[in-house]
């Protein structure tokens, strides 16, 4: 550090003055005034108005959500041709009431096939649980019975061993 | 109050300061007894709307925080406890000890409200009447020792550049705010990066204009931008979002729904240890009865943008204003100051002790004794609040006493003559740090961290770990200029993945069969960075590689700040008057700071434990100036008035790069949660509805405590703290698929979901890696599915 920058550092340490400003034109009077107009106007546009939305409050997340009902006890196994009761809940939090299709079906060896479908219409927040008996027609182990809802990404399956 | 006065050792400061030439006059004071009524109708309204549970959007909580932190902290501001100390240090002193009295406060009614029969001594009335009497105590203390504080002469004064710098600062907030929910809501980062270029602009125009800004308007914009800075961190998410923060608003939520603090009702947590996290919150929601994750995101970081205040005014005890608010950006601008403090609220409230301590010790207008006991209660409000914050500080004592008894001895400091006491600060007679005061702190942290919550323990055993295991480092260590080598985030996964599959190995039929895991790869993945911008393209056609460019800027940035505090440090310890002028405990002190700093950074296991950029941010409360410093000697070469530009102008620009401005306006760099919808922190952080509903989906199902559960790392995201479920007795592991269980409930997080691209946590760093679904898919039950979030069985 050379001798000057030392002063210098040294000299603004200790020169604690605050400056006389000089005078000046007030803005105030004339950006208040034109912010305020600027906002309302952007409140009567629909679109900043949907800008305003996004900024302010908090847009719901739309969902759909699958899930089966005693998800502890799942059968670990299946008999062909045998029945089987398996319940599951759809849950609707699409923000309106929906018609979802389900759809039940098994995978075995690499063969797909349909066990039962149904509809069921559900109010907007309101879950709705369906309770139904199927036939899976596996043979060979694993089988995966699988619920899905046309339409809607959400699967929900479990996986269980043939036995004779 | 107006008188100016000359500060032993120091720069001038004016305690309450004398307004402007250009100042208007002040009106008359009439009607003196419509704030004392308006008072007392606030706080009988706080009564009410606390006691009676209502919840009334925006003004409820306004008055209830204005009640339990607001109207006490005045309190103590407008008396004469803190005698010439600026508008800042006063409102540090006063928070501080608002704070300290609710910690002590709450410990007291947890303890021993339970033996007279009252089990939830931490409920809304035990609560209301500890706010009471600490309202009614601090008036009548204030009465006794009062202090006025002239606000409308002081606002009536306010000149044109300092109101012009408020307006500035204050329009900050709002637009982080509106910015983060825009981010929330999906929308783009347009309002945010708004305000960061208001804060900039006022930063900039702050440092033009400082010969005609008064300290106190300079606190209150640093106040300002500071807290714009947290908010657009601790803002994103609806939810609780972060690291840390997880686990302490588990404890919280822990504390709050028991209404009662037990050391023992989460006996893993080191987090449950902390009052700042557990009693502090519970008081405060208590009162303000609003969604609770917001007294943190929000409550909290109105208290810590204090900090930065603190810092400034640490800086002007010895420092022009110049180099205190340069110092101050390089704080503020500190990446981890912004992106990480959020969320560690125990740490937030520890810097405020820390800084309130560093004040202490250095408050020449009091005496040597004072000023100790001044240290102490500090140290206990830091011990209080954040156990590892203690152990860096006490680290710093013991080094900076240490030092000073060294140079005591040296012969060049002999030679010279005189009692050590003759090299501190001019009219200052003694240290501050002596072994007795070291003493006390070491007595509070053993008394609170050994004997009352044994968090002691698990700082033993990571310094013990540091001397006997060649453990990982954090990648973290990497910024710093001599940073040996750390191995990379591939090598790091190889080695963790291959470590897993031998225990898997090992455990018999507890996981899914190792041999069945190990034909499942997972392979190292980089997450994507912001694309291009217009003006990123434009200047990469013109042969500027913008992605370098931005990766250089921040390397630059880290390393140069190290760099510039190695150059300032040892300007001052070659410049006799700036020895004189900071005296021997000051320098003493700030040595301690950065030998902790390094001993962080060098060991391994204390890189990973307690994090280098923690640490770092910990040392810049006190020595930022010295960076500032190091700067202007760097640039010396350049003459009187270019080196101030120079340094300014670099310290602006490292804002610009270091807060997210310029690789959002650039893009080709990680994108950052404060800006981006992606990226790692948003991956591994924020918490979508969709996680939260299959969360409550978990906690409602039979048999998920005895099977455990299993989540996508960071796993804190998924911890039960909805007042129904939270127990502290469920516990949520990372998953990792060489060591799925078979019986355990997994839940895969939104980014797993949707990306397939999961995290885990090695050595503190996030590694990401491709996760193997079929792998899960092929071995467990898929039971709950709501597109952003899976169960499986």
Redesign the interface.
Known sequence: ??R???R???N??????????P??R?WWPFLVPLVVIGLAVSFVIPSTRH?WA??????P?R??????NG??K?PSSVVAYQPLSIAFVI?N?EGRTEDYRYVITQTSAGLTSTLGESAETVAAGRSHTVSTVIRPSCLVSPCRIRVSLPG????????ATVRA | MTSTRARPGGAAYSGDESPPATGRAAPARRWHWIPFAATVVLVLAANVLALGGWRVPVIGPAIGFWFILGYPAYLSYTSSFWRGASAGERAGYSVAVVILLLLLGGLFANTFLPLVGLGRPLDTVPVVVMADVLDVGLYLLRRRFPAPVRWRVQIASAGRRETRLIVASALCVPLVVLGANRLNNGAGDQLTLAGLACMLLTFALLLRWQRWVREGAISIVIYLISLSALLMTSLRGWSVTGHDIQGEYQVFQLTSAHGRWDISSLPHSTYNACLSITILPTEISRVLHVYDPDIFKLCFQLLFALCPVLVYAISRRHWSKLISIVAVIYFVGFPTFFTDMPYENRQEIGFLFVSAGILAITNYWWTTRQRRAGLVVAALGIELSHYSTMYIFLGILIVGWAATRLAARLPWSRRRGGPASDRAPRGVVGYTVNIGSVMAVAAILLAWGGLATRTAGTALSAIESTFSSSGGRSADVLYGVLHGSVPPPQVLLKQYRQQTLKQNAASGSFFVPASVAAQYPTPYVTLPSLPLTKVGRLLNDHGIPVSTVNTVVRQGAAKDEQLFIVVGFVAILATAGFRRKLGAEFIALSIGSIVMLGLITLLPELSVEYGVLRAFQEALIMISPMLVVGSLTVFSPLGEVWKVRAATVLCLFFFFSTTGLMPQLLGGYPPQLNLNNSGQYYNSYYVHPQELAAVSWLANKPGVLPEGIEASAPSARFYFTAPSDVTGKQFVIPAFPSLIERKSWLLLDYATVKTRYATVDLDSDLVNYLFPIALVENSKDLVYNNGGAEVYK
Do not use: K, N
């Not at chain 1, 603004?12 to 400003?21: L, W």
């Not at chain 1, 996004?54 to 847009?59: A, D, E, G």
């Not at chain 1, 969902?63 to 089966?68: E, I, M, P, Q």
């Open positions: 550090m050379t000057h920058s030392r210098l550092v040294s603004t340490v200790t020169a604690e003055v605050v400056h006389a400003e005078s000046g007030r800008q996004l900024s302010v409050f908090r847009q997340t969902y759909t959500a699958l899930s089966f998800a502890w799942l849950d939090q809607h990404p959400e699967t929900i399956d479990f996986l």
